[in-house]
């Protein structure tokens, strides 16, 4: 592949081997008792392979963007959940690193980098992910402390973060220097603060999202992450990591099920023939799959080469990636299990955990819908 070197190519083994070794042992575990990877994120961090995600400046390896997808492409073939898991860690610093507060730098990111601590970003109310005008969850100024009061919802890693990022409304009167929304760090077990009811997900096991309290939860003023005028442009502008992250994911996830499709097919016998070399049909369906696995490949790392030369006017193509990689992780999914018959049915068989991982990606991370409507309202 074009982007591929020596360099490039190593780390993809090392990210497959860990892959493999690591996570497809873990995946059943997550399957039927929803375990949530902490070793997994541990030893990524200790490995550094977390470490790619984040700027040499605080003793990161990058960012690097082609590299940090392969790692999420070779994660995303095993567990689509667990490669989000590791662009939910970048979602979770990617704000503290932005406004570069030395302190909780050092206090969340770098141990997030190093897999030692968990991150959340919690930003969606019942009222809708960004729909931030109608934010009921506050913060106020009381004594010199930060008072946080209301719920979030849909918070992944809820229950197993250490570190919360908080995206609150400014309690009127706002409070020079403040801005109508105030980001701000609070730390599990904090008083005042509560993780509440845990989803059941049709995907995703393994990941746990669930709502957040806040009652008269106090915290320093120094966990303060930024406070801003925040639209929802603000929210577009930041969408571009997490999206391309996701792409990459799940570019993995269509290629895992993909090859675990074809090996069957090619081992599946009608009389003397492999069901593959029997049915030109079936050739053509895969090849066809094939087709839309490469073009997701080619706009998954033409945007992070574009980021790893400095280029950051990539909202368009990086948004895309992820609208354009659930929808055809989805389809390569749910196409698999057709061309498995029966057996692609059967859960044991591990055909349609992908189907319904993939499903996953059309909400979590902005809906594809929505990101479309940005998509739309940026041509205009
Ligand atoms: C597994 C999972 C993990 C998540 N993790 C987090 C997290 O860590 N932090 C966090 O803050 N949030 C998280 N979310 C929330 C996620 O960002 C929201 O679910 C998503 O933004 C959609 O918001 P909503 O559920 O309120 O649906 P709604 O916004 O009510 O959407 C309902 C329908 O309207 C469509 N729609 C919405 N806006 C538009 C538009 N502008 N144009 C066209 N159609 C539109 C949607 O596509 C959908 O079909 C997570 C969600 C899931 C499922």
């Excluded at 898991?85 to 507060?101: D, E, K, M, P, V």
């Excluded at 009061?149 to 009127?172: P, Q, S, V």
């Excluded at 090849?287 to 990539?314: C, F, P, T």
């Amino acid at each position: 592949m074009w982007y591929m070197n020596e360099e490039r190519e190593q780390l993809a083994k090392m990210a497959h081997d860990f892959a493999e070794s690591e996570i497809r042992p873990f995946v059943r575990e997550m399957e039927e008792h929803d375990a949530f990877p902490t070793e997994i994120i541990r030893k990524a961090g200790e490995l550094g392979l977390i470490a790619l995600m984040f700027p040499e400046q605080i003793g990161g390896m990058g960012p690097k963007w082609v590299e940090s997808g392969l790692m999420l492409e070779e994660f995303g073939k095993v567990s689509n959940c667990v490669a989000n898991a590791f662009a939910s860690i970048h979602a979770g610093c990617a704000l503290i690193l932005q406004t570069g507060n030395a302190d909780l730098i050092q206090k969340v990111v770098i141990p997030a980098m190093m897999g030692t601590v968990v991150t959340a970003s919690a930003q969606s109310e019942p009222t809708g992910g960004t729909r931030l005008d109608d934010f009921t969850c506050t913060a106020s100024v009381e004594n010199s402390e930060i008072v946080i009061n209301g719920g979030k919802i849909f918070c992944t890693n809820a229950g197993h973060a250490d570190y919360y990022t908080i995206n609150c409304k400014t309690k009127e009167p706002y409070a020079a220097p403040f801005g109508n929304h105030t980001l701000v760090l609070v730390e599990k077990d904090t008083p005042g603060f509560k993780v509440g009811h845990i989803e059941n997900k049709i995907g995703w096991h393994g990941s746990s999202t669930g709502q957040l309290y806040f009652n008269n939860c106090r915290v320093p003023m120094s966990n303060i992450i930024a406070t801003f005028d925040m639209d929802e442009k603000m929210v577009a502008a930041g969408a571009f990591s997490v999206s391309i992250l996701m792409g990459a994911a799940a570019l993995g996830t269509a290629e895992g099920v993909f090859e675990k499709a074809l090996a069957y097919a090619k081992e599946r016998k009608h009389g003397d023939e492999s069901i593959y070399d029997k049915y030109q049909a079936m050739r053509h369906r895969f090849a066809e799959l094939k087709m839309e696995i490469e073009l997701l490949r080619g706009l998954v790392y033409g945007v992070l080469a574009d980021l790893d030369n400095g280029n950051y006017n990539v909202n368009i193509p990086a948004v895309a990636a992820k609208v354009k990689g659930a929808e055809i992780c989805e389809h390569v999914a749910s196409e698999c299990i057709a061309l498995c018959g029966g057996n692609g049915t059967i859960v044991e068989n591990d055909f349609e955990r992908y189907l319904r991982d993939a499903k996953m990606n059309c909400t979590a991370g902005m809906s594809v819908h929505h990101l479309t409507d940005m998509i739309a309202d940026w041509l205009r």
